[in-house]
């Protein structure tokens, strides 16, 4: 079991930076996949980043590659996602997962059927 606890979402303008962090509960978070999705007012959640358990490979969506960075910090049990070049379009609530299989001890998932744990979101917003 795991608890994630996301932090970090706040009221923005366009072009500016903003980091999220996400703490896990547990003695054993290295040993999991961590992801972030995000879900903007009308629209299905969709994915953002993930990291795999040693922190050595990333995915990101195609919308957010080159301006985001996640991150993780497995002294700390904290996953980050470093979120530079903010767009109006990048507004959402955004969600922390995670996936402790290890069979995605290497490739970390992409799809949020495939997380097991969630935590409860923080708010993005970027003005334009």
């Known amino acids: 079991q795991v608890q994630l606890v996301e932090s970090g979402g706040r009221l923005v303008q366009a072009g500016d930076s903003l980091r999220l962090s996400c703490a896990a509960s547990?003695?054993?978070?290295?040993?999991?996949?961590m992801g972030w999705f995000r879900q903007a007012p009308g629209k299905e959640r969709e994915f953002v980043a993930t990291?795999?358990?040693?922190?050595?490979?990333?995915y990101y969506a195609d919308s957010v590659k080159g301006r985001f960075t996640i991150s993780r910090d497995n002294a700390k049990n904290t996953v980050y996602l470093q979120m530079n070049s903010l767009k109006p379009e990048d507004t959402a609530v955004y969600y922390c997962a995670a996936n402790g299989s290890p069979s995605y001890k290497i490739v970390p998932p992409r799809h949020g059927y495939e997380y097991n744990y969630w935590g409860q979101g923080t708010q993005v917003t970027v003005s334009s």
């Open positions: 990291i795999s358990w040693s922190g050595g490979t990333t």
């Open positions: 547990g003695r054993t978070f290295s040993s999991y996949s």
